[in-house]
């Protein structure tokens, strides 16, 4: 299994453009979600997913959309990218199964983003 | 709501010294409780877990973590620190009815040789 899996790593933006993060797990997560990292404010909720066509927004939602189309794939769209967008981004899921709301994630390895 | 509070943004030790990091989480009900760790330029990796049962919990490398329930705290400790240790600690909490997992800030640790 390669676990979760996000591209690119790297992206440099102008103000205003858009772009998608990509983000993929091949362990059969029905959980899903994306977390921005920035200095001082640790890890914030973006928006989840608890299934295929099911997504929710989390603590700083506004400027992302998100999809879950299918159990493996849970892009992160910018509309329209602005300079407080710049952060490092996580994606991470977690395995079904579980006891209920046991909340063990796995991450992957983290986008980082720098809009000018 | 959830929440979690970290009382410490940045902690310098020796090597050989103790760690203690404090976590304090906000919710009345039965939370699941968290600690990551994130390497220099790596993701966060879970370091120990408390789910319910024995509040002593102990996790990966030598950490060990202790639920005080009337304290609404989750404190990570380590008796003896060493320079691979310095990374950046994340207390996490779930609490029940809620899907999501909430962060701390963080606490930066650096441990010099």
């Known amino acids: 299994n390669a676990g979760v899996t996000q591209t690119p790593k790297f992206q440099v933006l102008k103000t205003g453009q858009s772009m998608t993060l990509q983000c993929a797990q091949d362990?059969?997560?029905?959980?899903m979600s994306w977390y921005r990292q920035d200095p001082g404010m640790g890890l914030r909720l973006i928006h989840y997913s608890v299934g295929a066509g099911i997504t929710d927004q989390g603590e700083v939602p506004n400027g992302y959309n998100v999809s879950r189309s299918t159990t493996e794939d849970f892009p992160l769209r910018l509309l329209s990218a602005a300079p407080s967008q710049t952060s490092v981004y996580f994606c991470a899921s977690r395995p079904p199964g579980q006891r209920t709301n046991t909340g063990e994630l796995f991450f992957g390895e983290g986008s980082r983003l720098t809009v000018l | 709501a959830q929440s979690v509070s970290q009382h410490n943004h940045h902690v310098i030790l020796s090597e050989a010294a103790s760690l203690e990091l404090g976590c304090n989480y906000s919710?009345?009900?039965?939370?699941?409780l968290f600690w990551y760790v994130q390497y220099p330029g790596q993701h966060l990796q879970l370091l120990l877990k408390?789910?319910?049962?024995?509040?002593l919990v102990k996790g990966i490398k030598g950490f060990e973590a202790e639920f005080i329930k009337s304290k609404f705290s989750f404190n990570l400790r380590k008796p003896s620190v060493q320079w691979s240790d310095t990374a950046e600690y994340f207390c996490a909490v779930n609490a029940a009815g809620y899907s999501t997992l909430t962060f701390g800030k963080g606490t930066m640790l650096l441990v010099s040789p």
């Open positions: 362990m059969n997560h029905e959980y």
């Open positions: 408390y789910f319910s049962g024995d509040p």
């Open positions: 919710y009345g009900g039965t939370v699941n």
